[in-house]
């Protein structure tokens, strides 16, 4: 039996038990190996309804979806029609922001790789119409600049909206038909849906929140995220074999099952290179590329993305160097654990790939002197509090706003231990992890000037 038929009974055996066990309603996963495809799929699509998970129903592929934006731009670059290195406004104009000397300056890889520097969370609804994009653009004006192009990295959505657009002007269509006639269309894909109107002609999942983190997960309020951030990862859903499908042509030297010339060959393995590294965050990738997380993980290098939208998270891992990938698509409960299971067992065994645990806290990293954590931190999304009480020890508290203010558990108060240098953990969350906070730059008086996520939320207390 070759190891691939020994991971599609292992998933047999132990799938639908593993989603019990973190309380993840459905799933469905897709592993490439040895030039073949299996996946398998449990549970249900919605607890409402009771429709149960197959191997061909959609879920959303959340913020995978920059990786397919960002391969709409390089065939752009393929095509002589984009500049990476040129700034934004060469192709749109009437890109503003804040800062007009940043706006002036930011080129198209900055927005790539998440090193544009300009506040990143705006999901402004501009309604359902092939203009929404361009809207949401055009409401960038006022967003503010949270420091240089090219300085640092800090996860970008707007960023990626822009990219869209670009892409958009340059082709002449709307981002959706982009996607249908530059990917799904030479990709050969069957069952990938753009948006709610395709996707309602499948099995489609509905994402399942927790109110507090003691509920079961219920059917979300709504399916999907606004139309205006679909280029970032707000609508596209699919089926996880066609995720790998796209996957295997980045493999495959940017050709398609058929030997369609997707991307040029450079061009799919130039989007693998770093273009930034990353603050010490544990979760994440050590670095960034050309739409790509890059995850230094012993047996790798590997490259991914993770994808979270209302209630439904995506991961995605692809191990160049041994021609493997997996993608596992969920909607709701503690997909974070069941990534671990799964692509523990499954890259371990097939490409000897070691997936690092879950951070832990570590005493001694505790820092000496917690004064440069203590403040209030500020984002789009999260108003952040970090203080210390009588005994020196640190509390976080973020307080969501927006939209996601209705979506997650109520704030509450969590102390910071140790973890890595500038890096702390929280001693838990409502899904029982211990999510990294790194403390990065300086204010000019030694406090740290962000508190970084991935996201970095800028010091506002002075």
């Known amino acids: 039996m070759s190891k691939l038929s020994e991971i599609e009974t292992w998933l047999a055996e132990n799938f639908s038990a593993l989603l019990e066990k973190h309380q993840v309603p459905g799933a469905a996963v897709a592993v490439f190996a040895n030039g073949e495809?299996?996946?398998?799929?449990?549970?249900?699509?919605?607890?409402?309804?009771?429709?149960?998970?197959?191997?061909?129903?959609?879920?959303?592929?959340?913020?995978?979806?920059?990786?397919w934006?960002?391969?709409?731009?390089?065939?752009?670059?393929?095509?002589?029609?984009?500049?990476?290195?040129?700034?934004?406004?060469?192709?749109?104009?009437?890109?503003?922001?804040?800062?007009?000397?940043?706006?002036?300056?930011?080129?198209?890889?900055?927005?790539?790789?998440?090193?544009?520097?300009?506040?990143?969370?705006?999901?402004?609804?501009?309604?359902?119409?092939?203009?929404c994009v361009a809207k949401l653009v055009a409401t960038l004006s006022d967003v503010p600049q949270l420091f240089p192009p090219g300085e640092m990295f800090s996860y970008n959505n707007a960023g990626y909206c822009v990219l869209g657009r670009l892409v958009e002007v340059l082709r002449g269509k709307s981002y959706d038909d982009c996607l249908r006639d530059h990917l799904f269309a030479p990709l050969g894909l069957t069952h990938a849906a753009a948006g709610?109107?395709?996707?309602?002609?499948?099995?489609?999942?509905?994402?399942?929140?927790?109110?507090?983190?003691?509920?079961?997960?219920?059917?979300?309020?709504?399916?999907?995220?606004?139309?205006?951030?679909?280029?970032?990862?707000?609508?596209?859903?699919?089926?996880?074999?066609?995720?790998?499908?796209?996957?295997?042509?980045?493999?495959n030297e940017g050709r398609a099952d058929d030997g369609t010339q997707v991307l040029k060959p450079e061009t799919a393995r130039a989007m693998w290179e770093r273009q930034v590294e990353l603050p010490y965050l544990g979760l994440m990738g050590g670095a960034w590329g050309l739409g790509w997380m890059i995850f230094d993980w012993e047996g790798g290098p590997v490259i991914g993305h993770d994808?979270?939208?209302?209630?439904?998270?995506?991961?995605?891992?692809?191990?160049?160097g041994s021609n493997v990938a997996v993608a596992l698509l969920t909607n709701g409960g503690k997909p974070l654990h069941l990534y671990l299971d799964i692509f523990g067992k499954v890259l371990g065994?097939?490409?000897?790939?070691?997936?690092?645990?879950?951070?832990?806290?570590?005493?001694?990293?505790?820092?000496?002197?917690?004064?440069?954590?203590v403040g209030e931190y500020s984002s789009q999304v999260a108003d952040v509090v970090v203080s210390k009480d009588e005994d020196g020890g640190l509390w976080l508290e973020r307080t969501p706003k927006g939209i996601f203010a209705d979506l997650g558990p109520a704030p509450e108060k969590s102390r910071l231990l140790g973890y890595k240098g500038d890096t702390l953990v929280i001693e838990h969350d409502g899904l029982g992890l211990h999510m990294p906070h790194a403390f990065v730059g300086d204010d000019g008086t030694g406090r740290a000037l962000f508190v970084h996520t991935g996201r970095a939320d800028r010091r506002v207390d002075r």
């Open 37 to 67: 495809v299996i996946d398998h799929a449990a549970g249900v699509l919605n607890k409402s309804t009771g429709v149960e998970s197959t191997v061909d129903s959609l879920f959303q592929i959340g913020s995978i979806t920059k990786v």
């Open 69 to 131: 934006t960002t391969t709409l731009a390089m065939q752009l670059v393929d095509e002589g029609e984009l500049d990476l290195d040129k700034p934004v406004r060469d192709y749109l104009p009437e890109f503003a922001l804040s800062d007009e000397d940043a706006a002036s300056r930011i080129t198209v890889r900055q927005l790539t790789c998440h090193i544009a520097g300009f506040e990143g969370d705006i999901f402004t609804d501009t309604g359902q119409g092939d203009d």
């Open 196 to 251: 709610p109107y395709d996707a309602i002609r499948y099995r489609a999942a509905i994402g399942h929140v927790q109110p507090t983190p003691d509920d079961e997960p219920v059917a979300a309020p709504v399916w999907a995220l606004t139309r205006s951030n679909a280029p970032a990862g707000s609508h596209l859903a699919m089926r996880p074999r066609d995720l790998l499908t796209f996957v295997r042509m980045h493999l």
């Open 307 to 320: 994808g979270g939208t209302i209630g439904q998270s995506a991961f995605l891992r692809v191990v160049p």
């Open 349 to 373: 065994d097939l490409a000897g790939v070691e997936v690092p645990p879950l951070p832990e806290p570590n005493a001694a990293e505790y820092p000496a002197d917690p004064s440069r954590f």
